[in-house]
């Protein structure tokens, strides 16, 4: 079982950037796709962005495609998601997931989940 801690969450006007980072432990993260979503308060939990276990190989969703960037490093246990151009519909909490099945993340079943950071986007 893997322990997933988030930071680097905040407040940030309109067209300002943000960069998030998930590290594990206690598991073998190179073994795990990661994955952000977000939920924003009234809605469902979304998918943001996935990357496979060696990083080559990543998937976003249409709303923040060519803003987001989604990178791990496996030598410290940590996937980032640096989000640039942000919007007010952007703000959400974001939420850090792991699995070894890409499908099952990718459904928003995963495993591991974080226990979320705030983003909040003013106008």
Do not use: H
Not at 39 to 64: C, H, L, M
């Amino acid at each position: 079982q893997i322990q997933l801690v988030e930071a680097g969450g905040g407040l940030v006007q309109a067209g300002g950037s943000l960069r998030l980072s998930c590290t594990t432990s206690g598991g073998t993260f190179s073994s795990y796709v990661m994955g952000w979503f977000r939920q924003a308060p009234g809605k469902e939990r979304e998918f943001v962005a996935a990357i496979s276990w060696t990083g080559g190989s990543t998937n976003y969703a249409d709303s923040v495609k060519g803003r987001f960037t989604i990178f791990r490093d496996n030598s410290k246990n940590t996937v980032y998601l640096q989000m640039n151009s942000l919007k007010p519909e952007d703000t959400a909490a974001y939420y850090c997931a792991a699995d070894p099945n890409v499908l099952r993340l990718r459904r928003g079943r995963p495993i591991y989940w974080g226990q979320g950071t705030q983003v909040t986007v003013s106008s």
